[in-house]
């Protein structure tokens, strides 16, 4: 039997002024599915989890998470479906005058409404444990590398133990020891946690790593779909390109 | 193109409508974070009081400093502490300060904010399931709408105490006969328009500077430009509600 479908993109189309982003695309996601959408710069990749999140609203086509159509949903009802949601920014985009305690307890508080100090700390520390950043703690932002940033960002965003896990670029800026240990911790965590990942990357061997599925975006269309292996084997030069 | 300057002004007023607009509704809104509140309530007026107390002061000692030569031609030294103290608290003291606040608390809040605005900040608030209105702007604007009249209290206050030092200097006076005379001039009519503009200044400061750094365009450029523009923009609102108050507290007090 099929899984259940958790996001559902049908002609998305997107414009920013006269230039058009996104030119219709469609594809489906998967409960406990791995979605790997690959393209170049400026393709809008960024912009299609963004309107997934209700960041951005389409111009037009359907755009369904959870069943719900993210458009219609009043302020509330998005607010419920975002804390089913998780979304790694590409800069981890870390609260810099919070320290990674309060980073960590700021989703806890408001969208799980734990207001039990010591089961804050608790889950904190959990948290910090899964991704290997237990001795962070008390550490601003500031103080940490890029990979910890990363981390630390992915931590955030699983404290509150979201259904799917939208990444965007999560491990640019990295370098290639560090991004393995990204793109691994990626898989480890969706096993862990038993989410859906939508992930949107330029880098191949992650989404080699990562990857169920492979999606990739061009001129704002969808290009073509399938399995890393088949897209490696594609019998178009172009995708091929793609993973040289 | 002036077709376009006119359309892009519109644009900026209705931009600041809705702002406000969502900031009001939010301060209603369950969930009120009182937590971030109080912590802005210390940063803006805590780590404001070193600048206004020494603002405050040397305004005072400026003012009697100036004024003594022609005081003292007329034989109306005595007169000095009034004078002090109706300037001060009627005009000088909140516009003095509500300027200051421009300069430091404004021009923090809107790089601050579009700094976040720039490191998706303000979007991962968003999508962790909290309001960012609700947690940066409102907290921000209240917090100046509390703090901006009692650092300009505070600042009357320090000016008094450095017209009276400056006073001393030159002249014999006990502090008992030189508050008193500074005081006893005062009435209501002095106090409550001072006390009610130095609120609309706050509320300007902490609009100006949230809705400059919320509504920031993307890239580190716009980090300096909200906080320039968050400076220049409270500074012009200070100036022009001071005309408009004084004008309208004028025609209910003294008609």
Same mark, same amino acid.
């Given at each position: 039997?099929?899984?259940?479908?958790?996001? %559902?993109?049908?002609?998305?189309?997107? /414009?920013?002024?006269?230039?058009?982003?996104?030119?219709?695309?469609? @594809?489906?996601?998967?409960?406990?599915?791995?979605? &790997?959408?690959?393209?170049?710069?400026?393709?809008?990749?960024?912009?299609?989890?963004?309107?997934?999140?209700?960041?951005?609203?389409?111009?037009?086509? /359907?755009?369904?998470?959870?069943?719900?159509?993210?458009?219609?949903?009043?302020?509330?009802?998005?607010?419920?479906?975002?804390?089913?949601?998780?979304?790694?920014?590409?800069?981890?985009?870390?609260?810099?005058?919070?320290? &990674?305690?309060?980073?960590?307890?700021?989703?806890?508080?408001?969208?799980?409404?734990?207001?039990?100090?010591?089961?804050?700390?608790?889950?904190?520390?959990?948290?910090?444990?899964?991704?290997?950043?237990?001795?962070?703690?008390?550490?601003?932002?500031?103080?940490?590398?890029?990979?910890?940033?990363?981390?630390?960002?992915?931590?955030?965003?699983?404290?509150?133990?979201?259904?799917?896990?939208?990444?965007?670029?999560?491990?640019?800026?990295?370098?290639?020891?560090?991004?393995?240990?990204?793109?691994?911790?990626?898989?480890?965590?969706? %096993?862990?946690?038993?989410?859906?990942?939508?992930?949107?990357?330029?880098?191949?061997?992650?989404?080699?790593?990562?990857?169920?599925?492979?999606?990739?975006?061009?001129?704002?269309?969808?290009?073509?779909?399938?399995?890393?292996?088949?897209?490696?084997?594609?019998?178009? %030069?172009? $995708?091929?390109?793609?993973?040289? | 193109?002036?077709?376009?300057?006119?359309?892009?002004?519109?644009?900026?007023?209705?931009?600041?409508?809705?702002?406000?607009?969502?900031?009001?509704?939010?301060?209603?809104?369950?969930?009120?974070?009182?937590?971030?509140?109080?912590?802005?309530?210390?940063?803006?007026?805590?780590?404001?009081?070193?600048?206004?107390?020494?603002? *405050?002061? =040397?305004? *005072?000692?400026?003012?009697?400093?100036?004024?003594?030569?022609?005081?003292?031609?007329?034989?109306?030294?005595?007169?000095?502490?009034?004078?002090?103290?109706?300037?001060?608290?009627?005009?000088?003291?909140?516009? $003095?300060?509500?300027? =200051?606040?421009?300069?430091?608390?404004?021009?923090? =809040?809107?790089?601050?904010?579009?700094?976040?605005?720039?490191? %998706?900040? $303000?979007?991962?608030?968003?999508?962790? *399931?909290?309001?960012?209105?609700?947690?940066?702007?409102?907290?921000?604007?209240?917090?100046?709408?509390?703090?901006?009249?009692?650092?300009?209290?505070?600042?009357?206050?320090?000016?008094?105490? *450095?017209?009276?030092?400056?006073?001393?200097?030159?002249?014999?006076?006990?502090?008992?006969?030189?508050?008193?005379?500074?005081?006893?001039?005062?009435?209501?009519?002095?106090?409550?328009?001072?006390?009610?503009?130095?609120?609309?200044?706050? @509320?300007?400061?902490?609009?100006?500077?949230?809705?400059?750094?919320?509504?920031?365009?993307?890239?580190?450029?716009?980090?300096?430009?909200?906080?320039?523009?968050?400076?220049?923009?409270?500074?012009?609102?200070? $100036?022009?509600?001071?005309?408009?108050?004084?004008?309208?507290?004028?025609? =209910?007090?003294?008609?």
């Amino acid at each position: 039997m099929e899984a259940e479908k958790v996001i %559902e993109v049908e002609n998305l189309v997107k /414009s920013f002024g006269t230039r058009e982003i996104l030119s219709g695309i469609s @594809f489906n996601v998967h409960r406990g599915e791995n979605v &790997v959408i690959l393209g170049k710069s400026g393709t809008g990749k960024s912009v299609t989890i963004k309107c997934i999140a209700g960041l951005l609203k389409q111009d037009e086509g /359907s755009l369904k998470v959870f069943g719900e159509d993210v458009n219609e949903l009043d302020e509330d009802a998005l607010k419920a479906l975002r804390c089913r949601l998780g979304f790694l920014f590409q800069s981890a985009a870390l609260y810099d005058s919070m320290t &990674v305690r309060e980073n960590l307890a700021f989703p806890l508080k408001r969208v799980l409404k734990i207001k039990d100090k010591a089961e804050i700390e608790s889950r904190c520390i959990e948290v910090l444990r899964s991704v290997g950043l237990e001795d962070a703690i008390d550490k601003m932002p500031a103080d940490l590398s890029g990979g910890m940033r990363k981390r630390m960002g992915l931590a955030r965003t699983l404290i509150v133990k979201p259904e799917i896990i939208l990444y965007d670029e999560p491990t640019t800026g990295l370098d290639t020891i560090t991004s393995k240990e990204i793109s691994s911790l990626v898989l480890e965590m969706q %096993e862990q946690y038993d989410a859906t990942s939508v992930i949107i990357t330029h880098d191949i061997p992650c989404a080699k790593i990562t990857a169920d599925r492979v999606l990739i975006l061009h001129e704002g269309k969808c290009l073509a779909e399938g399995t890393y292996k088949e897209l490696e084997n594609s019998d178009n %030069e172009f $995708i091929r390109s793609f993973f040289k | 193109m002036p077709n376009q300057i006119f359309t892009a002004g519109l644009h900026n007023m209705a931009d600041q409508v809705y702002f406000f607009k969502s900031f009001f509704r939010n301060i209603f809104k369950k969930g009120f974070e009182w937590e971030e509140l109080f912590r802005q309530t210390y940063l803006i007026g805590y780590k404001s009081t070193g600048i206004i107390t020494l603002t *405050g002061f =040397i305004l *005072g000692i400026v003012l009697t400093l100036q004024s003594q030569p022609t005081m003292k031609e007329f034989g109306a030294e005595s007169y000095i502490p009034r004078m002090v103290s109706v300037s001060v608290i009627r005009e000088i003291g909140p516009v $003095i300060i509500a300027l =200051i606040c421009a300069g430091k608390v404004a021009s923090g =809040i809107g790089a601050e904010l579009s700094s976040m605005n720039v490191t %998706e900040q $303000i979007e991962a608030m968003e999508v962790s *399931g909290a309001n960012p209105v609700q947690f940066l702007v409102v907290t921000r604007i209240l917090a100046c709408i509390v703090m901006i009249p009692l650092l300009t209290i505070f600042a009357d206050a320090m000016a008094l105490v *450095g017209g009276f030092t400056a006073t001393i200097l030159s002249g014999d006076i006990t502090a008992k006969l030189y508050f008193t005379n500074a005081l006893t001039i005062l009435d209501y009519s002095d106090l409550l328009p001072a006390l009610f503009k130095t609120i609309l200044f706050g @509320f300007a400061i902490g609009f100006v500077g949230c809705f400059k750094g919320f509504t920031s365009n993307n890239g580190t450029a716009s980090v300096g430009l909200a906080a320039n523009s968050a400076v220049v923009t409270a500074s012009v609102w200070i $100036i022009i509600i001071d005309a408009i108050v004084v004008q309208v507290t004028n025609s =209910i007090l003294y008609s």
